[in-house]
């Protein structure tokens, strides 16, 4: 078998969540922490390397950065529609009290489960998308707890609002709906990866912390 640049990629992205898992559960756990701005935009990096598909809707990428960070931005100043939360050190620079990268994190993250739901053979572009967005909360679920212990965020209340998860869901589907609808083709295998590489990444994690 030959190797190409999906398995490459795969590798790198393998070696980078490696790393950074432990890292973070190491004594130097705060410097690895600092890199998650740039561990995101590595995977990011390895996700267009690997797409293909540059056709006229290309500006669906920054659209969805820029719609996740405007929605993070409107809920970390106003509580909604997530509930009361502030951003911690860990996701680097702010604007309006919100991490910039975690516009990014929306793109990575949409990418790869509509990556996985669109060649569904699924007729409805809409069921597609709700299952992305529930995808999305399924990870949301296991992101959340370990955001909170490493201060990526935090939560006013004591216990993570249930308006969050509805939240995620709902924003979600709207975005994917977009993405579902569009002509664009998504590399599937490298999506997978993906969200694999952060299923894992989290879902250990959990298991430590």
């Not at 999906?6 to 393998?14: D, E, G, K």
């Not at 740039?38 to 267009?48: E, K, Q, V």
């Not at 679920?141 to 004591?158: H, N, R, Y």
């Amino acid at each position: 078998m030959s190797i190409n640049k999906v398995h490459i990629s795969i590798a790198v992205l393998f070696i980078f969540y490696v790393v950074g898992l432990v890292g973070i559960t190491s004594d130097h756990s705060d410097f690895f922490l600092s890199l998650t701005p740039l561990n995101l935009l590595l995977t990011l990096a390895i996700l267009l390397v690997n797409h293909s598909d540059w056709n006229r809707v290309w500006w669906i990428f920054p659209l969805t950065a820029f719609a996740g960070l405007v929605v993070e931005i409107i809920g970390v100043n106003t509580g909604f529609p997530f509930g009361q939360y502030e951003y911690g050190w860990v996701l680097g620079p702010k604007i309006l009290n919100t991490s910039v990268v975690i516009g990014v994190n929306w793109l990575i993250l949409l990418y790869a489960t509509n990556s996985m739901t669109k060649p569904l053979s699924i007729k409805s572009p809409f069921i597609r998308a709700a299952i992305s967005a529930l995808m999305m909360v399924f990870l949301d679920f296991l992101i959340e707890p370990i955001a909170i212990t490493l201060d990526f965020w935090s939560w006013s209340e004591p216990a993570i609002p249930m308006t969050n998860y509805l939240a995620w869901f709902v924003i979600s589907f709207i975005l994917s709906a977009f993405w579902q609808k569009s002509t664009l083709a998504l590399n599937s295998v490298i999506g997978i990866a993906v969200f694999l590489s952060q299923l894992g990444f989290f879902g250990i994690l959990n298991l430590v912390f």
